[in-house]
């Protein structure tokens, strides 16, 4: 890979959402602001939305590292369950120990004493919730009967959801006017501004070790952010794509000719309104170059 030529440690635009890159500026920034003010305050519900690969997971990990400290957390990556596997899966990560076949009723009780006890020792606890546009609607009534649960001074458990804009639509329907009228906070996540770009494409470089002059020229930079709008997601592919091509091509910084080959080998990018859909091959297929596109990125 082009980690030698161009001395990096690690490679810097990897898919995956690893908090040693966080960017702690713009939106991201302001986001994570609302969230701890908002459960500094005691809020409820608390509700982040962004487009698809805005950061959403990458923040839900960062705010669970700045937690951790300050309060007891429980993590739901994969909230798709019934209300019965939703009361489990809280149950199982605040530790409570009962049988498979446990009524329901018990197992709230369980789920409200220990909540209990942990307010009694002035902890509070949060439920972190990532893709949250897929809890079923049943499942979804069940979360906002969870915070219910409170003393007469403060809720027992705080409630942060992470959705895509789908969540806000469903929100729309007046059978969720209750759990709307819940929701105290919700920021929306926005793509990157070209300013808030450069810094980011820089900062990430720099974690991975870059100590050279700036590897993108200002017209690779702006075509990047045309050909990415800005999503943090987009812009690790066409990154990580441009560096192999300049590398493949021995050249030391990455022109807008590296972009333009990157975009045109990029699918997600060029066809934006096709859902991304994040299975393992689809991210084989876009991280690969074809040979076509190197060739071209040398020849232009
Ligand atoms: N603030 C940021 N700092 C550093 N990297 C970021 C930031 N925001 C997003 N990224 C990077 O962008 C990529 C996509 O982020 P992430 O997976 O969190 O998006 P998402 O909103 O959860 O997407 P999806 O809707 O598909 O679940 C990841 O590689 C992540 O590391
Ligand atoms: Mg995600």
């Not at 590292?65 to 596997?85: E, I, K, R």
């Not at 001074?153 to 895509?164: E, I, M, S, Y």
């Amino acid at each position: 890979m082009y980690l030698q030529h161009f001395q990096l440690s690690e490679p810097p635009f990897t898919l995956t959402p690893d908090t040693g890159f966080f960017f702690n500026q713009g939106s991201h920034q302001e986001a994570l602001n609302v969230l701890l003010v908002a459960l500094h305050n005691g809020e409820g519900f608390i509700k982040v939305t962004g487009e698809v690969g805005t950061g959403k997971t990458l923040l839900c990990r960062q705010l669970l590292n700045l937690l951790q400290a300050h309060a007891v957390t429980a993590y739901l990556p994969n909230p798709f369950l019934n209300p019965t596997g939703l009361r489990m899966a809280l149950a199982g990560e605040l530790r409570i120990e009962f049988a498979r076949n446990i009524g329901q009723h018990r197992l709230l009780q369980l789920i409200y004493e220990r909540l209990a006890q942990y307010s009694a020792e002035g902890r509070r606890v949060v439920l972190v919730v990532d893709e949250a546009q897929t809890i079923p609607d049943d499942s979804l009534e069940a979360l906002r009967l969870l915070t219910n649960l409170e003393t007469e001074k403060r809720k027992l458990l705080q409630v942060v959801l992470f959705a895509q804009p789908e969540l806000d639509r469903r929100l729309q329907r007046e059978e969720f006017r209750q759990l709307r009228q819940r929701v105290a906070f919700s920021y929306q996540l926005r793509p990157l501004d070209a300013g808030a770009l450069e810094r980011y494409v820089r900062h990430r470089l720099s974690i991975a070790g870059y100590r050279g002059a700036d590897l993108y020229d200002r017209r690779a930079m702006r075509c990047l952010y045309r050909a990415s709008g800005g999503v943090p997601r987009l812009v690790n592919l066409l990154c990580h794509k441009s560096l192999m091509l300049a590398y493949g091509c021995n050249a030391k910084r990455v022109s807008r000719k590296h972009l333009l080959s990157a975009f045109r080998d990029t699918e997600a990018v060029r066809h934006p309104a096709r859902r991304w859909v994040k299975s393992a091959s689809t991210l084989l297929g876009t991280l690969a170059l074809t040979g076509a596109s190197l060739m071209m990125a040398c020849s232009l």
